[in-house]
């Protein structure tokens, strides 16, 4: 992108936008934000803050001048920091220079842009984090699956060496890359038939099945031996990390498969992991760590059984099957170019129907957690499929009924629905005293629906989020204002009445 700076003007501080893709900064820096405050409250001046007009923008506010029905939005490139502390003072307007004096088309733009805001930040400033740089090379990557930007290219662009950016990108890349026949060894061994398979991968099925039946992958011993990593021997074979994974672990008990993952087997029902293991699924809205899915299959199902993910996102519920050799079908409305064994499908509250033929052994349901991440969610679909995570209490509460009393008559006698899910209470800005449980939905709630829909619940097993992510800033301002956050998330296990 050429950058052509222009003169400083003055912008409104509301009409500015934070777009996260862009400015992908995970936690503003409240402490250099205070200082900010404070520095303008003696009457300090700030260089003027980077920012640019764009168009073909989903949130956009229409800030743009742009022809009615052009989504358009002034988004910032830089001074985050800046812009946050004059809203916290107060001060209706900021200087800024545009990038470009013209509107870009956001979507096409959008990587340019990224790189662009990366590009000042490196600089100066608050610098980006090694996790923010991480973030916006994984983030190009997925979005550039004819690897259009070479690692030296973003290394470059980034500021660090390009071995860090390899070892940071390898697993998507590898993944982009899986031929052909990887992909149709990864969905037969989730259980797909030859004939969907050759649908999918389009190749004839004497073709798919000539390719399961004599693809060998006997060197994984050698290379480890040699010694080798996991991510190397995935490029080796053109395959996506869990597939290789899967692979070594071929055989095994499952007992022997958490070992050699590094998971410790927990046995107790709390199941603490501190983060999520970054091998297994895509980064995605609410992602749960692959560990929690592995000791549900652990302790509920038996190698070739059948999976069901109804809401899948980011994918680890079929990568953790095909680790523990269990089948598994896998939808969400969101299209995964990526990931083929992820069906795109709608659950319709209003045109309830069931994509699967052969009953499930075990339904791992991790839908949305009410309105949390609405956002996120609204940003993978669109308005004739909204996510359920946009409804209403009651919209939401229905759809859990309809979804449970339709999975129970497609069900076994023996089919476990693994439920999970976390007490949702209006308690982002409000005192504990204070809240009003008219808006909440919780646990028992949950409990109430699954009983009420035909299934009995024989397990509730804790597994909490990580409280880390919250600042000790943030922190304290809930404990001035006595807020009460919620870190519980429950997985409920239930079978048929
Ligand atoms: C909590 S996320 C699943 C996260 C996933 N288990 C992971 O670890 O990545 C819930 C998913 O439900 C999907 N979803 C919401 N409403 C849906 C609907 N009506 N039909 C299909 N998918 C839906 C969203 O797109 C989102 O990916």
Request: glycine share 6%; net charge positive; hydrophobic share 35%.
């Amino acid at each position: 992108m050429d950058n052509i700076l222009l003169e400083p003007m003055e912008v409104h501080v509301s009409d500015l936008t934070w777009d996260q893709f862009i400015y992908p900064r995970e936690k503003k820096s409240e402490k250099t934000i205070d200082t900010y405050v404070e520095a303008l409250a003696i009457g300090a001046q700030f260089p003027p803050i980077k920012i640019q007009k764009v168009f073909n923008y989903a949130d956009g506010n229409g800030t743009t001048d742009l022809p009615a029905g052009r989504h358009g939005a002034t988004i910032i490139l830089d001074g985050i920091h800046r812009w946050s502390a004059f809203k916290e003072s107060g001060i209706a307007k900021i200087a800024a220079v545009e990038c470009k004096d013209k509107p870009l088309d956001y979507e096409k733009n959008k990587v340019a842009l990224l790189l662009e805001s990366a590009k000042y930040n490196i600089s100066h400033g608050d610098r980006l984090s090694p996790g923010d740089k991480k973030r916006i090379a994984r983030d190009i990557a997925s979005t550039d699956p004819e690897c259009k930007w070479t690692e030296s290219a973003l290394a470059e662009k980034l500021g660090v060496i390009q071995q860090t950016v390899n070892t940071w990108i390898s697993d998507i890349r590898a993944r982009h890359k899986a031929c052909r026949k990887t992909v149709i060894l990864r969905l037969s061994r989730l259980g797909w038939t030859q004939e969907k398979i050759s649908e999918t991968v389009k190749l004839s099925q004497n073709r798919v099945s000539e390719i399961i039946g004599n693809t060998n992958f006997g060197n994984i011993d050698i290379l480890l031996s040699q010694g080798h990593d996991m991510d190397y021997i995935s490029r080796h074979y053109q395959m996506d990390l869990a597939l290789a994974w899967a692979l070594r672990l071929e055989v095994m008990t499952d007992q022997g498969k958490f070992k050699e993952l590094g998971w410790g087997l927990r046995t107790w029902d709390q199941w603490n992991f501190n983060k999520c293991d970054e091998r297994f699924g895509d980064d995605w809205p609410g992602r749960i760590p692959a560990q929690l899915i592995a000791h549900t299959l652990f302790y509920f199902t038996k190698p070739g059984n059948l999976v069901l993910d109804p809401m899948a996102g980011g994918g680890v519920v079929p990568d953790v099957c095909l680790l523990f050799e269990r089948k598994c079908q896998s939808f969400d409305l969101a299209l995964r170019d990526n990931r083929p064994e992820i069906q795109r499908y709608y659950w319709d509250p209003q045109n309830w129907t069931w994509p699967v033929t052969k009953k499930p052994d075990l339904i791992f349901f991790d839908p949305p957690y009410f309105r949390k991440k609405e956002r996120e969610y609204e940003k993978k679909t669109n308005a004739e499929c909204p996510s359920i995570s946009s409804f209403t209490k009651e919209e939401y509460e229905s759809f859990l009924e309809g979804f449970l009393l339709l999975s129970k008559r497609k069900s076994k006698a023996i089919t476990r629905m693994a439920f999970l899910n976390a007490d949702w209470r209006d308690f982002e800005s409000t005192s504990a005293s204070k809240e009003n449980p008219v808006n909440s939905i919780t646990i028992f709630d949950y409990h109430r629906i699954l009983t009420k829909t035909g299934w009995k619940v024989t397990h509730r097993i804790e597994c909490p989020l990580s409280s880390e992510r919250i600042s000790g800033n943030q922190v304290q301002k809930m404990q001035d204002r006595r807020i009460l956050g919620t870190v519980g998330r429950t997985l409920l296990i239930a079978k048929r009445s």
